[in-house]
Nanobody, 128 residues
């Protein structure tokens, strides 16, 4: 299993930026891809961005393109999400996830079911 710990959440004003970090430990050699998800109160968990470990190829949810950037450091086993131009709609608990499968047939790259291990989440609040 992989253990994931997120950090970097907090409160920011609309238009501001935040940087989230996820540190992986355990069986990190089994990781094929990592992703960020978020869940606002009363809403379903949604995929934000994904990165393939070996190739660095990224995938973003449409609403995050151009504002969010996912990156990884495979030496330090960290995953980062740079978030810019934040709006109150971005407020949520952000989760880091890892998958042992590069792709899952018939499943979106940002489907929650495609991921095996999850962090505990970090809260992001955006005020007007």
């Amino acid at each position: 299993r992989v253990q994931l710990v997120e950090s970097g959440g907090g409160s920011v004003q609309a238009g501001g930026s935040l940087r989230l970090t996820c540190t992986a430990s355990g069986d990190t050699s089994a990781i094929a891809a990592m992703a960020w998800f978020r869940q606002a109160p009363g809403k379903k968990r949604e995929g934000v961005a994904r990165i393939r470990k070996t190739t660095g190829v990224t995938t973003y949810a449409d609403s995050m393109k151009g504002r969010f950037t996912i990156s990884q450091d495979n030496v330090k086993n960290t995953l980062t999400l740079e978030m810019n131009s934040l709006t109150p709609e971005d407020a949520a608990t952000y989760y880091c996830a890892s998958s042992s499968r590069p792709v899952v047939s018939g499943m979106s790259l940002l489907a929650t079911a495609a991921y095996d291990d999850w962090g505990q989440g970090t809260q992001v609040t955006v005020s007007t």
